[in-house]
């Protein structure tokens, strides 16, 4: 091979590679399970704050996470949490994304009452939150 395609071999090679590790840099990272999980625990904990008043008139001051399952049949997403330390409440979680809708899936009517309106709670709700990963 003359001087001239050695160069220009070398000179690809270069660019395949500097464009692998520029896309690579650019490329948005996933995030891990562990950092799903704490942000749905985030998004639960609002959900309750927002759609749910406990039966015996006390606020929502405590909200921990129990159980945090996949429903490997559908994909699903089951959290529980203790609320106040005594009130035990589902939910299901279609998606591990902040899109994913929520929904109540298993709750006492005689520990929680759901709204009828729904509060939006804001970035900072007033409650002390117990992550699954922190027990």
């Given at each position: 091979?003359?001087?001239?395609?050695?160069?220009?071999?070398?000179?690809?090679?270069?660019?395949?590679?500097?464009?692998?590790?520029?896309?690579s840099?650019n490329?948005?990272?996933?995030?891990?399970?562990?950092?799903?999980m704490?942000?749905?625990?985030d998004?639960?904990?609002?959900?309750?704050?927002?759609?749910?008043?406990?039966?015996?008139?006390?606020?929502?001051?405590?909200?921990?996470?129990?159980?945090f399952?996949?429903?490997?049949s559908?994909?699903?997403?089951?959290?529980?949490?203790?609320?106040?330390?005594?009130?035990?409440?589902?939910?299901?979680?279609?998606?591990?994304?902040?899109?994913?809708?929520?929904?109540?899936?298993?709750?006492?009517?005689?520990?929680?009452?759901?709204?009828?309106?729904?509060?939006?709670?804001?970035?900072?709700?007033?409650?002390?939150?117990?992550?699954?990963?922190?027990?």
């Amino acid at each position: 091979m003359n001087r001239h395609k050695k160069w220009g071999i070398i000179a690809l090679v270069i660019c395949i590679i500097g464009g692998i590790v520029m896309f690579s840099l650019n490329h948005p990272k996933e995030k891990t399970l562990e950092e799903k999980m704490r942000i749905e625990q985030d998004r639960v904990a609002k959900f309750l704050v927002s759609n749910y008043d406990l039966a015996d008139g006390q606020k929502i001051e405590r909200v921990e996470f129990v159980e945090f399952q996949k429903n490997e049949s559908t994909g699903s997403w089951r959290i529980t949490a203790k609320v106040n330390g005594q009130y035990d409440i589902s939910v299901k979680i279609d998606s591990l994304n902040e899109n994913g809708k929520i929904r109540s899936s298993n709750y006492s009517p005689t520990e929680f009452i759901k709204r009828e309106h729904k509060e939006e709670a804001g970035y900072d709700i007033a409650v002390k939150i117990i992550y699954l990963e922190e027990r």
